[in-house]
């Protein structure tokens, strides 16, 4: 199915919990790679608790099908989902991991093959330019606005081509990271404290905006307990070392805690002090729906859902901030992307030996 050198061989690994999105994606895969440059091996690696289906029953398509293997993730998350798949893969030279949200172009194909063939030696990964489309018609939504971010995140996995030494040479990604967020940006500071180098790439992949519920906003600040365990791992300048957003917990927690001082101060009877925190909590609480009200297309559904989200994100923020103080206190760090070592057994045969928390 290919014809490119032996360094340019690759293998696409998809984490996937088989949405509806798997066939858009395989079938625009399919496409971007009919004229060669195709894939060794094509993994998809399912992360739901039911046993692995046949890649037939996935809609892959056709053509992939010769080359599509299928295995149960275990329901482990992405980072060990992704540490499988490569180990399944095979031994070629790169592994591309592709979300099974986005939609590789046309000439994915093409351009993946001049990313890899121009790819520096030290280069351990080369990133895709991710596009995502938002409404001409209107302004986008605060999930629509996140969503966004994807295209000028530094290190996204959504489309990364991972050369496989770098890989084995920092053991993969830190199954520590139980969702799809900052598992990325540790194995990309790891891999720049080893000496290695990460590039961007020509090819283009377009990721559409999910739908989501109007409670998406207060799940995914999950999140927070992920950022405690980076500031484990890499120290409190890791924010700027990987040019991630800081967000708003500082606020979060000051706004949850003029909340519970009100209360407090009521329960006391400390009348004026309870008004005061309250006060607080109110101001700071209209000010958080405000700044996400303002950009957005500011219909009834939308502002009725920003402001009582406004409230909720906070404590929960904070919840989370707190969950990860307790879980992650003993978390110790991987260290730097180790040289490779020409004599040692192969690390993606077997699983992954991980530091515990």
Request: no cysteine.
């Given at each position: 199915m290919t014809h490119e050198p032996e360094t340019e061989r690759y293998a696409v690994v998809v984490p996937t919990l088989g949405r509806p999105s798997l066939g858009v994606c395989l079938e625009a895969l399919a496409a971007a790679t009919a004229q060669g440059s195709g894939p060794t091996a094509v993994v998809l690696v399912h992360d739901r608790p039911e046993t692995?289906?046949?890649?037939?029953?996935?809609?892959?398509p056709r053509a992939l099908l010769p080359v599509t293997t299928?295995?149960?993730g275990g329901c482990r998350g992405p980072a060990a989902a992704r540490n499988l798949g490569a180990r399944v893969a095979g031994r070629v030279p790169w592994i591309v991991f592709l979300d099974d949200d986005v939609v590789p172009g046309p000439t994915w194909g093409r351009d993946l093959a001049r990313d890899l063939a121009t790819a520096a030696p030290d280069a351990a990964a080369v990133t895709a330019r991710i596009d995502v489309?938002?409404?001409s018609e209107r302004r986008p939504t605060d999930w629509e606005r996140t969503t966004a971010g994807l295209s000028t995140a530094r290190w996204i996995t959504a489309d990364m081509a991972f050369r496989r030494e770098a890989l084995e040479a920092a053991d993969g990604f830190d199954e520590r990271f139980p969702r799809a967020f900052r598992e990325d940006a540790d194995l990309a500071l790891r891999?720049?404290?080893g000496g290695w180098t990460l590039a961007t790439g020509s090819r283009r992949t377009t990721h559409p905006v999910r739908?989501?519920?109007?409670?998406v906003s207060v799940r995914v600040q999950a999140g927070n307990a992920d950022d405690v365990?980076?500031?484990r791992l890499h120290g409190s300048d890791w924010w700027g070392r990987a040019a991630a957003p800081r967000g708003r917990l500082r606020r979060h927690v000051a706004v949850t805690a003029a909340a519970v001082a009100a209360v407090g101060c009521a329960l006391s009877g400390r009348s004026r002090a309870a008004a005061v925190c309250a006060a607080g909590w109110l101001a700071g609480t209209a000010e958080f729906a405000v700044a996400r009200i303002a950009p957005g297309p500011r219909t009834r559904t939308?502002?009725?859902t920003m402001v009582v989200t406004s409230a909720l994100i906070p404590p929960v923020a904070t919840w989370h901030w707190l969950r990860g103080q307790a879980a992650h206190r003993t978390a110790r760090p991987l260290g730097p992307a180790r040289p490779p070592r020409g004599d040692a057994a192969d690390p993606w045969q077997t699983p992954h030996e991980r530091v515990q928390t």
């Open positions: 692995a289906p046949e890649p037939a029953a996935l809609g892959v299928v295995v149960a489309p938002l409404p891999l720049l404290d739908p989501a519920d109007r409670w365990l980076m500031n939308e502002t009725t």
